[in-house]
């Protein structure tokens, strides 16, 4: 029964003594990885080939090669690069912020104040460049993801941070929704130096020098993969340990956990759900929740007779995020002490269908290889019929040699040759004409591959009014708002996991300081009123007796993007065209 909107609060439980080996452990995390590998194999493979596409990667190299040697001309004409570049564009000036609302009996000024310190932990981690890359992701493989994480390097006291995990090393359960709420596990990882995993992780340090030499000692045979030559992507198939569970050299011969020549480790994160019913005391006069973890029996039937007092049962979600590489369990965490039980990662997809993710470049594949050959078919026309044709005779010149230099250096400027009679040169016969109906069908190629991704690249007109330019503009993306709709839902999960660990890591003094510090660089209002107007004492009280989990999330155009400070100018300058009282200076501002 649902019979409220927060979230209950919760004494911290004792986590329960595993029975469980670390073996068994080891070999659950794998399998679930394994299964993850498996559902979105062949959206990462069709996702790798759009990036390289995108980068103008986009022949077989078998054909190319063929080509060459038979000098066919097998050019890259990348129509897919500016398509991208303009969806990027686009993104770039409509930036959004991550804003929070009060709810219920929330306060008008706990939200505004939530509003400084999360610009001041997104500026501070340059989110607005690691969201662009991630729209990237979403645009060409089809996926991009956002990790988030506590930093602790610099600031003892941690900060948050956001910043974009490599879309092809993120790997989700099987899911539905978006947000992950049916989502049962995540796993992510990346290759790190056994030395640095050694500082790390001090009390397993002898246990990953081993398990390094144990590794070291049976090193497959490894072939460097066709998808990376720098060796990202290794083929790694023919391994030799794969199904060993004791010294697992690969996932499903795929993925390495280990690079002996590097002498690195993949570090591997598992984070999956466990359920777990518990007992919660409610009191409805005065909103009070309490979630009676390790309660007796005797206990809870006591409070339930307190008037004013129910007592009901509810099936909690904790994350148990399991920590390994190689063979050796770094941590197992069960459950792990999060501000908000969720997963950190957050994907954002473009196109999703039953479990399979893909980019707008996927459908422009075909035709940008049409687009290619075409091109290519255009250029070989040209050198076949637009050469000029050469007719001798066999004494023309005065000697052999002088009619291979003619061969030779015809075409250089001031070149001079001796013949036997002025009166019997050289003719010269003109190479045809392309075909019209060629250059029409290249022209049309490339309109329907622009068709097709449904972003039209064009130039708008000089003089254009205000109106008529940002109605051009927002049709030109009207048919991929989808994309920023993704993105904006993706941050507002972003949004509630910054709360939580803004609320679990920041004390009020901490919140009260970064304002303060913030206000002395630009004047800022709280609930209208000027924020020097308030009582610190207040504004302390206030924010030590606030749940912060209470606020929503919303993400809405920020208030200093291009898009937004373009839009009002025009504004600006129409209504001065009209005779408005405005300042001249003003739209500058």
Not at 244 to 272: H, M, W
Not at 353 to 360: P, R, Y
Request: hydrophobic letters at 35%; charged letters at 30%; glycine letters at 4%.
């Amino acid at each position: 029964q649902d019979l409220h909107t927060h979230t209950l609060q919760d004494y911290v439980a004792k986590p329960p003594k595993s029975t469980e080996s670390a073996e068994d452990t080891l070999k659950e995390c794998l399998a679930l990885w394994k299964e993850a590998v498996e559902i979105t194999r062949d959206s990462v493979k069709k996702g790798r080939e759009a990036e390289r596409f995108a980068k103008g990667d986009q022949w077989d190299s078998d054909i190319k090669r063929d080509l060459e040697s038979i000098n066919l001309a097998a050019l890259t004409m990348n129509e897919i690069s500016p398509v991208i570049d303009m969806l990027l564009g686009y993104q770039m000036e409509q930036r959004t912020d991550i804003r929070y609302l009060p709810t219920e009996n929330g306060d008008q000024r706990i939200a505004d104040m939530l509003n400084v310190v999360t610009k001041k932990v997104t500026d501070s981690c340059y989110f607005p460049r690691e969201e662009t890359k991630v729209f990237k992701d979403a645009c060409v493989p089809g996926m991009g993801v956002f990790n988030v994480y506590m930093d602790f390097n610099d600031d003892p006291q941690g900060v948050p941070k956001i910043e974009k995990f490599p879309w092809d090393e993120a790997f989700f359960g099987p899911h539905e929704k978006e947000d992950l709420s049916d989502c049962e596990y995540t796993v992510h990882g990346r290759m790190m130096s056994v030395a640095k995993l050694e500082q790390m992780y001090g009390s397993k340090a002898q246990d990953i020098k081993e398990n390094f030499k144990a590794y070291s000692s049976q090193n497959p045979a490894l072939d460097p993969g066709k998808n990376s030559s720098t060796g990202t992507h290794m083929d790694y198939s023919n391994a030799e340990k794969t199904d060993d569970t004791s010294l697992p050299f690969t996932v499903d011969g795929t993925y390495p956990l280990v690079n002996v020549q590097k002498k690195q480790f993949r570090l591997v994160r598992v984070s999956r759900k466990t359920y777990k019913k518990v007992t919660v005391i409610f009191n409805e006069p005065e909103e009070f929740f309490l979630t009676a973890y390790d309660w007796k029996e005797k206990d809870i039937a006591l409070a339930a007779q307190i008037p004013g007092f129910q007592v009901f049962s509810q099936v909690k979600t904790r994350i148990r995020i399991t920590t390994f590489c190689g063979s050796v369990i770094l941590s197992d965490e069960n459950p792990a002490d999060l501000p908000v039980q969720d997963f950190y990662l957050v994907p954002v997809y473009a196109y999703r269908h039953k479990g399979e993710f893909w980019g707008k470049v996927e459908v422009a594949k075909d035709p940008q290889r049409e687009v290619n050959k075409r091109r290519s078919q255009v250029m070989d026309t040209l050198n076949r019929i637009g050469a000029s044709t050469i007719y001798v005779e066999p004494d023309t010149f005065y000697t052999p040699e002088e009619l291979q230099r003619y061969k030779k250096d015809r075409s250089k400027p001031g070149a001079i040759f001796t013949v036997n009679d002025l009166q019997r040169k050289p003719e010269i016969e003109a190479g045809g004409e392309v075909a019209a109906s060629l250059v029409q069908m290249m022209q049309a190629d490339q309109q329907n591959l622009q068709r097709l991704m449904n972003v039209i690249v064009t130039q708008d007109g000089a003089n254009e009014s205000n109106s008529l330019f940002l109605e051009k503009k927002k049709g030109k993306i009207t048919g991929n708002q989808f994309l920023f709709d993704n993105l904006a839902f993706a941050k507002q999960k972003l949004g509630k996991l910054l709360l939580g660990l803004i609320q679990r890591y920041y004390p009020p003094e901490r919140i009260m300081r970064i304002l303060n510090a913030q206000y002395s660089r630009n004047k800022f209002k709280i609930a209208g009123e000027d924020f020097g107007d308030y009582n610190k004492d207040e504004i302390l009280e206030l924010l030590k007796t606030t749940d912060l989990l209470e606020y929503d999330v919303i993400v809405t155009d920020s208030a200093f993007s291009a898009s937004t400070r373009l839009d009002i100018a025009k504004m600006l300058f129409d209504l001065m065209s009209k005779g408005a009282a405005i300042p001249p200076e003003m739209p500058f501002r």
